[in-house]
Each structure stands twice: as structure tokens, then as C-alpha cells.
């Protein structure tokens, strides 16, 4: 898009949730390079994020919230973030950063003089002016959480006034009420709509979304490195072209250096173990074919019902594992299996066990219903929640509390398989 001459068209970059020094805990990563890949890969987002700065002419770059994975900075990320800024600063990009849950201003105490195009929002909502060749064409609003949970609408403290020019937002919250978010710094659409600013650059929200596209934009950029298998897909950055005129016209650009992927291979029609593991290689080919030559990471989901079930039914998953895992690891790039999971069915006829009349059946009837009704689901996770509540595993329990319904159903349908296994065994007997 070329602007006229002399108009006060400019462009930024949004992004946000960088996680500087996330630690990848709960993966198992035996491979050394790959483990050095995953421990580098948010700086490496970063500095791609500071390319795309460059290459698109962004005179500005926000960061909205959980720039750094934790409050307890690290002096190894602090210096990452400024090497990286430092650089967009020497060329004249200004870069202005709000904290967020994860790294909110409680733990922060900066061991580096920045430099002056670098700004940091405090616990107040703040304005900074973006000027271009002495002439006022933007202005950027922003807050920083004070304390790791903020249950205020801190949207409220923004406002535009008549006169002011084109105003980003930047802003760590959560939109609507989103149950799979926690819920900081919650407020409505209408909230953000009411306040004048022309565009909402979010963060706390991990995959990229637009929530409207215009008068005012809003726009969560996502984080710019998927963590596990549950931000697969592309992540990255939005670059924001503003015209003369107001309007805003944006553009999604990843940035992730190893790519998330979750691949699920059916097991129906097979009757050997090496046809899932072909079926695994080809589906790793062709998805890393798809994402542009980045290392990738697979997090493999077996499916379907047949034969090759009891097969699996011992060490199944991690023979398939190892068998299916490129043994050349790794070179430029890498496709990483994280692990496989086996959610296959036994080879049974469903429905003709269904209507035995006997325990079998009485199970296969319960699943169903619990299948279909939301209020067991939800007794499901109570009850998962229970028996890992009284163990010291906190973390597991926020897991089972952010348990998808498509998550509860493949573990109905795991529980299903085992109960069915063991019966059907001791029927064989
Ligand atoms: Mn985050």
C-alpha cells in the first residue's frame, strides 16, 4: 500500500505473551539440540518479531503483557529484551511495553539503562506521543498490571479526547468473559468501543484473533512462540498500516520458530503396528511441508477402532514413538514427535455390545449418556479435580479445571477402552 506524498500514514507492529525464559517444564526433551532449541526459541521470536519491525518499516513496535514468562525476570531474558530493542532503538523504532499477569510490575527492578525510543508502562494508564518528522501522527495508551492478579476493567481508565490523533490501546485483559482465559482485567466490547481508541493491541488471549476489524480495531495478536501442543498452529505478530486517513488495514506475519502441531492418525482399516507408523511419518512430512521449512513439534493423537488396538495396548505409544521419531535429529531444521498419545477403541461391534443386556452394555450406555449431557461432563472434572486435589499437584489440577469439553470426551472415551478391555478379557478367560 503506497502513500501520497506528505500524508501521515504510518505503520506498527502489535504483539504480545513473548514468554521470554519459559521453561517448556513439561516436556521430556531427551535430545540435547532440540532442548537447546526449545530454551531459545522465545528470544528467537523476539528478534523475528524485531525483523519484521525493520522489513515493513514499523515506526513503532507494542508489546502487550507477558513479555517475560515470569515476574522473577532473569537477568539472561532482561538482556535479551534489550539487545533486541536496543537495535530496533538505534534505528529510530520506538517500542512501548505493558506488563501483565506474568510479569507484572510487583517483580520488576531493571538491571539495564534503557534506551529513550523504549517505554514502559506503569500502574496508571499513561500516553506517549509518536511523532514522525516533527509532526504528532499517533499516540499510544497503555497500563501495566501492578500485581500478578488484576480483578479491576482497567479499559475504563482509557479515553480519547476530540483532537487527539489516531490512539492505540495496549492492553493485557480478558474480552466477553472468555471461561478458558483467566479472568484479569475482564471488560466487554462495548467497553473498548466506548472508549474512542482506534485500535485495541491485546494481549493475555495466546492465539491470534480479531475481534472486530475496524472503528476501533481489536485485535489479540496472540503470543509470538507456541508453548505446547495446545497453541499449535501459526503464531506471531500483526503489522498495522494506519493511512492519512484513519483507516487501519492489518496483517497477520508468524513469527514462531518451531511450530506446534497436534496430528491424529486412525487406526481403523489397519491391521499391522507399521501402518500407523508410516501413517505418522507421511502426516509429519506433510505438515511440515505446510510450515515454510520451521522446525516443527508433533504432538500425535491415535484414533479409530480396529485390530491394531490391542497391539497397542502395552507399550504401544512409546514403541510407535521411538519407531516413528527421525533418527537424524537435528539439523537446520527438525520435526520433533513430543509424544503419542493412544486413544484407539478395541475392535469390538459397539453397538451389538451395547444391546447384549449385560455389564458390558449397563458401560457402554453410561459413557454415552455422560457423553451427551454437559452437567456429567462437568461432574467429570469435579471428580477429577477431587482425587488430584488432595496430592500436592497443583499444577494437574488448574490442568483438569481448564480441561476442554473435546479433552473430557477423549478421556471418557480412553476410560471407555480400559473398562472395555478388561471386561472383554475376562469374558475371553
Ligand atoms: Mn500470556
Given at each position: 500500500?503506497?502513500?501520497?506524498?506528505?500524508?501521515?500514514?504510518?505503520?506498527?507492529?502489535?504483539?504480545?505473551?513473548?514468554?521470554?525464559?519459559?521453561?517448556?517444564?513439561?516436556?521430556?526433551?531427551?535430545?540435547?539440540?532440540?532442548?537447546?532449541?526449545?530454551?531459545?526459541?522465545?528470544?528467537?521470536?523476539?528478534?523475528?518479531?524485531?525483523?519484521?519491525?525493520?522489513?515493513?518499516?514499523?515506526?513503532?513496535?507494542?508489546?502487550?503483557?507477558?513479555?517475560?514468562?515470569?515476574?522473577?525476570?532473569?537477568?539472561?531474558?532482561?538482556?535479551?529484551?534489550?539487545?533486541?530493542?536496543?537495535?530496533?532503538?538505534?534505528?529510530?523504532?520506538?517500542?512501548?511495553?505493558?506488563?501483565?499477569?506474568?510479569?507484572s510490575?510487583?517483580?520488576?527492578?531493571?538491571?539495564?539503562?534503557?534506551?529513550?525510543?523504549?517505554?514502559?508502562?506503569g500502574?496508571?494508564?499513561?500516553?506517549y506521543?509518536?511523532?514522525?518528522?516533527?509532526?504528532e501522527?499517533?499516540?499510544?495508551?497503555?497500563?501495566?498490571?501492578?500485581?500478578?492478579?488484576?480483578?479491576?476493567?482497567?479499559s475504563?481508565?482509557f479515553?480519547?479526547?476530540?483532537?487527539?490523533?489516531?490512539?492505540?490501546?495496549?492492553l493485557h485483559?480478558?474480552v466477553?468473559?472468555?471461561?478458558?482465559?483467566a479472568?484479569?482485567?475482564?471488560?466487554?466490547?462495548?467497553?473498548?468501543e466506548?472508549s474512542?481508541i482506534?485500535y485495541?493491541?491485546?494481549?493475555?488471549?495466546h492465539?491470534?484473533?480479531?475481534?472486530?476489524?475496524?472503528?476501533?480495531?481489536?485485535?489479540?495478536s496472540?503470543?509470538?512462540?507456541?508453548?505446547?501442543?495446545?497453541?499449535?498452529?501459526?503464531r506471531?505478530?500483526?503489522?498495522?498500516r494506519?493511512?492519512?486517513g484513519?483507516?487501519?488495514?492489518?496483517?497477520?506475519?508468524?513469527?514462531?520458530?518451531?511450530?506446534?502441531?497436534?496430528?491424529?492418525?486412525?487406526?481403523?482399516?489397519?491391521?499391522?503396528?507399521?501402518?500407523?507408523i508410516?501413517?505418522?511419518?507421511?502426516g509429519?512430512?506433510?505438515?511440515?511441508?505446510s510450515s515454510?521449512?520451521r522446525?516443527c513439534?508433533?504432538?500425535?493423537?491415535?484414533?479409530?477402532?480396529?485390530?491394531?488396538?490391542?497391539?497397542?495396548?502395552?507399550?504401544?505409544?512409546?514403541?510407535?514413538?521411538?519407531?516413528?521419531r527421525?533418527?537424524?535429529l537435528?539439523?537446520?531444521?527438525?520435526?520433533w514427535?513430543?509424544?503419542?498419545?493412544?486413544?484407539?477403541?478395541?475392535?469390538v461391534?459397539?453397538e451389538?455390545?451395547k444391546?447384549?443386556?449385560?455389564?458390558?452394555?449397563?458401560?457402554?450406555?453410561?459413557?454415552?449418556?455422560?457423553?451427551?449431557?454437559?452437567?456429567?461432563?462437568?461432574?467429570?472434572?469435579?471428580?477429577l479435580?477431587?482425587?488430584?486435589?488432595s496430592?500436592?499437584?497443583?499444577?494437574?489440577t488448574?490442568?483438569?479445571?481448564?480441561?476442554s469439553?473435546?479433552?473430557?470426551?477423549?478421556?471418557?472415551?480412553?476410560?471407555?477402552?480400559?473398562?472395555?478391555?478388561?471386561?472383554?478379557?475376562?469374558?475371553?478367560?
Amino acid at each position: 500500500m503506497n502513500e501520497p506524498a506528505g500524508s501521515t500514514g504510518f505503520c506498527f507492529v502489535h504483539a504480545a505473551d513473548i514468554h521470554l525464559d519459559s521453561p517448556f517444564a513439561s516436556m521430556k526433551l531427551d535430545s540435547p539440540e532440540v532442548a537447546e532449541a526449545f530454551a531459545s526459541a522465545a528470544r528467537a521470536s523476539l528478534q523475528a518479531i524485531a525483523r519484521v519491525c525493520v522489513q515493513e518499516g514499523a515506526r513503532f513496535l507494542v508489546l502487550s503483557g507477558d513479555v517475560f514468562d515470569s515476574e522473577q525476570r532473569s537477568l539472561r531474558a532482561q538482556h535479551e529484551l534489550w539487545a533486541v530493542l536496543g537495535g530496533l532503538a538505534e534505528r529510530g523504532v520506538h517500542t512501548y511495553v505493558a506488563f501483565g499477569n506474568h510479569d507484572s510490575l510487583s517483580g520488576w527492578r531493571s538491571a539495564f539503562s534503557w534506551p529513550e525510543e523504549v517505554h514502559f508502562f506503569g500502574p496508571e494508564v499513561c500516553t506517549y506521543p509518536v511523532i514522525v518528522h516533527g509532526c504528532e501522527v499517533a499516540q499510544v495508551s497503555g497500563i501495566s498490571y501492578p500485581q500478578p492478579s488484576v480483578g479491576e476493567n482497567l479499559s475504563l481508565g482509557f479515553r480519547k479526547h476530540p483532537g487527539d490523533p489516531f490512539t492505540v490501546g495496549v492492553l493485557h485483559c480478558n474480552v466477553g468473559g472468555d471461561v478458558r482465559h483467566a479472568n484479569y482485567a475482564p471488560c466487554s466490547l462495548a467497553d473498548l468501543e466506548a472508549s474512542g481508541i482506534d485500535y485495541w493491541a491485546l494481549g493475555h488471549v495466546h492465539e491470534p484473533r480479531i475481534l472486530r476489524a475496524e472503528n476501533p480495531a481489536i485485535v489479540y495478536s496472540g503470543c509470538a512462540q507456541g508453548r505446547n501442543p495446545r497453541e499449535a498452529g501459526a503464531r506471531g505478530c500483526f503489522v498495522v498500516r494506519v493511512t492519512g486517513g484513519g483507516r487501519v488495514a492489518m496483517e497477520f506475519v508468524p513469527t514462531d520458530v518451531i511450530r506446534w502441531h497436534v496430528l491424529d492418525v486412525r487406526i481403523d482399516g489397519m491391521s499391522t503396528v507399521d501402518q500407523a507408523i508410516d501413517e505418522i511419518r507421511d502426516g509429519v512430512a506433510r505438515l511440515a511441508m505446510s510450515s515454510s521449512m520451521r522446525s516443527c513439534a508433533f504432538r500425535v493423537r491415535l484414533l479409530g477402532r480396529g485390530p491394531v488396538h490391542r497391539e497397542l495396548a502395552m507399550d504401544g505409544p512409546d514403541a510407535l514413538l521411538a519407531a516413528a521419531r527421525d533418527s537424524s535429529l537435528p539439523g537446520d531444521r527438525f520435526d520433533w514427535i513430543d509424544c503419542v498419545q493412544d486413544l484407539t477403541c478395541p475392535d469390538v461391534d459397539r453397538e451389538a455390545l451395547k444391546a447384549g443386556g449385560s455389564l458390558i452394555s449397563d458401560l457402554l450406555c453410561l459413557a454415552d449418556e455422560t457423553r451427551s449431557d454437559p452437567a456429567r461432563l462437568e461432574a467429570v472434572r469435579g471428580a477429577l479435580e477431587q482425587r488430584l486435589g488432595s496430592r500436592p499437584a497443583r499444577g494437574l489440577t488448574r490442568m483438569v479445571r481448564e480441561l476442554s469439553d473435546e479433552e473430557t470426551l477423549q478421556i471418557i472415551e480412553k476410560a471407555e477402552s480400559l473398562a472395555l478391555d478388561l471386561l472383554l478379557e475376562e469374558a475371553d478367560s
